[in-house]
């Protein structure tokens, strides 16, 4: 069965200091991964997305995530914190089977992440 | 531009009680989905659907009906409230045209006392 583990609940960082948060999967077949945000009081805004190809994947603002198949992990990284990043991040993993994967997702348990001034 | 839009934003029901939960979208996407979300956890899959008059259970369907009679609407029955069905609940939307991006509705937070 898929699963997601994120093994931080709560990361505090400074503004202007480099962000990496953790997420390690657990998928039979070629994941298709994902990283949502969500700002209290808000719905979920998709990062970034990773299907195939290019294991560094680009997403916005400014955010960038790895996949290392043998570390069976999908790192969220950012070289520079802004103090608009303070929020929750999810990690996600679509699920196989018939038609489209899009929406069947499982989440982990979320990363909120506090920005210092 | 609404985008998905959910309804009510707040809601505190006793047990036994009943409500749906409105969902609606205005991006003409085929498939649509509702989440629940519990503290310190992530979102889990109730139902979804591909298109309008289809759905299908997701990871914890017990205790919730749907129904997709408009490709806008995608409402969310609780039948028979119960306290573990206090959380907040997320519609989304998307389509299958390759993007593979959720919509997400800003939520409804619900208590079952």
């Known amino acids: 069965a898929q699963s997601v583990t994120q093994p931080d609940i709560h990361i505090t960082v400074s503004e202007g200091a480099s962000l990496e948060l953790r997420c390690n999967y657990s998928?039979?077949?070629?994941?298709?991964l994902f990283w949502y945000v969500q700002s209290p009081g808000q719905g979920l805004q998709l990062l970034l997305k990773?299907?195939?190809?290019?294991?560094l994947v680009q997403g916005i603002k400014g955010f960038e995530a790895e996949f290392k198949r043998s570390q069976s992990s999908f790192n969220l990284r950012k070289p520079s914190v802004h103090w608009s990043d303070a929020a929750e991040y999810f990690c996600?993993?679509?699920?196989?089977?018939?038609?489209?994967?899009?929406?069947?997702?499982?989440f982990g348990r979320g990363t909120q992440l506090t920005v210092w001034p | 531009n609404a985008g998905v839009t959910q309804t009510p934003k707040f809601r505190i029901l006793k047990i036994g009680q009943s409500m749906t939960l409105q969902c609606t979208q205005d991006?003409?996407?085929?498939?649509m989905y509702w989440y629940r979300q519990d503290p310190g956890m992530g979102l889990k899959l109730i139902y979804y659907?591909?298109?309008?008059?289809?759905?299908d259970k997701g990871e914890v369907p017990n205790g919730y009906n749907v129904s997709r009679s408009t490709t806008e609407d995608f409402p969310l029955r609780l039948e028979l409230a119960a306290p573990s069905q206090t959380s907040v609940y997320f519609c989304?939307?998307?389509?299958?045209?390759?993007?593979?991006?959720?919509?997400f509705g800003s939520g409804t937070q619900l208590s079952v006392l």
């Open positions: 989304a939307s998307g389509d299958n045209r390759g993007s593979e991006k959720l919509f």
């Open positions: 996600a993993v679509a699920s196989s089977g018939r038609g489209s994967t899009l929406g069947r997702l499982y």
């Open positions: 659907s591909v298109g309008a008059g289809i759905t």
């Open positions: 998928y039979g077949a070629t994941p298709y």
């Open positions: 990773y299907f195939s190809g290019d294991t």
């Open positions: 991006m003409n996407h085929n498939y």
